[in-house]
């Protein structure tokens, strides 16, 4: 029996680890299938804009994301196939180790079968038990021989039991092998559309550095329309925190932050709840892919130059709206000139900006709920992009609005 309870535990530990590695398994595979989901989506915006035979910094931007997101994609297979293989190798484990416990228990019933052959005779077994010196030791030798018994089919129950679990382990192997045949697959079809789409980027880089000082023009004002969206967001925070003080001076259960804002209790929540919703946060567009990054980062051509991004700019269809990410009140809307209007939401001691619109549908003070549409993306007339740029400020603090909104769409 220790060898069956020896079995039963085997197998309970390592499917307890295969389940863990089934998990983590599954979260690459829904990774996966974002990537995926994403890279054909950004597909379907170059294709939009085949008919534009002009290289543009924007179709540039796209094509880059595009390579970046078939990098993780590729390291997301390598990733799993790694999993499979951990899969496959505990299933070689728990597979040579029933095989062994197979050979054994067969071993110790041959031997049984061989000792009941040799001791069949009724005659012989009643006569042992007439023999004995008592009937305490005649209780003993008829308990003997039922417990012989009940043993000789609990081996035969534990040899059919564990060959029923080989079996089911030599198919998973089987089935484990295949999938690391597909992945590994799917891994140098991606490595091939990789190197495809870098060469691709090589010669757009090469014909746009022959407009480098036109694009050099276009960065400037690029700039400058965001050093006024910067100035706008500053007044604006200044503004909405003087407002704030001014309403603490009349109201003594205000709670000021670090940042300077001073928060009723509702508002003190609202600004919890926010917090608490990093990288949780719905895409402040339906559909999209993140072209330009927060911070500081070379240029896509003219490596020399810096871009400073205080956002990120989501690329996305002709015709979408901007939405909130989250409830809170218009603070703004503000038309800065060559950037259009941007809509600036409060959300406690936290602002979110989206810019690049062209048409409004809120107005200030107006009380907003999640994913409720805000406005019209400019779709470009010289490149037929249209592109939100979306910010995420905590009083006068920028913060990567990549880190707060969801990885999946």
């Not at 109201?251 to 932050?257: A, E, K, Q, R, S």
């Amino acid at each position: 029996m220790w060898l069956i309870r020896r079995n039963i535990l085997l197998i309970l530990l390592v499917f307890g680890s295969l389940a863990a590695l089934g998990q983590v398994k599954s979260e690459l595979e829904s990774q996966k299938k974002q990537l995926q989901k994403d890279i054909e989506f950004t597909n379907k915006l170059l294709k939009e804009t085949a008919a534009n035979k002009k290289a543009s910094l924007s179709e540039l931007n796209l094509l880059s994301s595009k390579i970046n997101k078939r990098q993780q994609l590729i390291n997301t297979i390598l990733r799993e196939v790694d999993f499979v293989q951990a899969q496959i190798d505990q299933t070689r484990g728990v597979v040579a180790s029933l095989e062994a416990d197979l050979k054994r228990l067969k071993d110790e019933y041959a031997k049984m079968l061989y000792y009941t052959y040799k001791n069949q005779s009724k005659y012989d077994r009643l006569m042992f038990i007439l023999s004995s010196e008592d009937f305490n030791q005649a209780y003993k030798r008829v308990k003997y021989f039922q417990q012989y018994a009940t043993h000789r089919q609990q081996q035969a129950k534990a040899i059919e039991e564990v060959k029923l679990a080989l079996e089911s382990r030599t198919d998973e192997l089987a089935q484990k092998k295949t999938k690391m045949a597909y992945l590994v697959e799917d891994k140098e079809k991606e490595k091939i559309q990789l190197s495809t789409e870098k060469d691709e980027q090589d010669k757009m880089v090469a014909t746009l550095k022959k407009k480098e000082s036109q694009l050099k023009k276009d960065l400037e004002q690029k700039q400058r329309d965001a050093k006024k969206l910067e100035k706008a967001i500053a007044r604006i925070i200044e503004e909405e925190i003087r407002k704030a003080k001014e309403k603490a001076t009349k109201d003594n259960t205000t709670t000021t932050t670090k940042s300077g804002f001073a928060l009723t209790p509702k508002e003190l929540a609202l600004s919890g709840q926010f917090a608490d919703n990093e990288g949780k946060l719905p895409w402040p567009s339906d559909r999209g892919v993140i072209t330009s990054y927060f911070g500081e980062h070379p240029h896509p051509t003219m490596r020399s130059i810096m871009i400073d991004n205080n956002g990120i700019d989501i690329t996305t269809d002709k015709g979408t709206k901007a939405r909130a990410v989250y409830e809170g009140t218009v603070s703004a809307v503000v038309s800065i000139p060559g950037a259009h209007k941007a809509v600036i939401m409060r959300h406690g001691e936290f602002l979110s900006v989206y810019a690049n619109l062209e048409e409004v549908t809120v107005k200030m003070g107006d009380k907003l709920t999640v994913k409720q549409e805000i406005g019209l993306v400019v779709t470009s007339r010289e490149d037929d992009r249209t592109v939100l740029h979306f910010e995420i400020w905590k009083g006068a603090t920028k913060l990567n609005p990549a880190k707060w909104i969801v990885s999946k769409k």
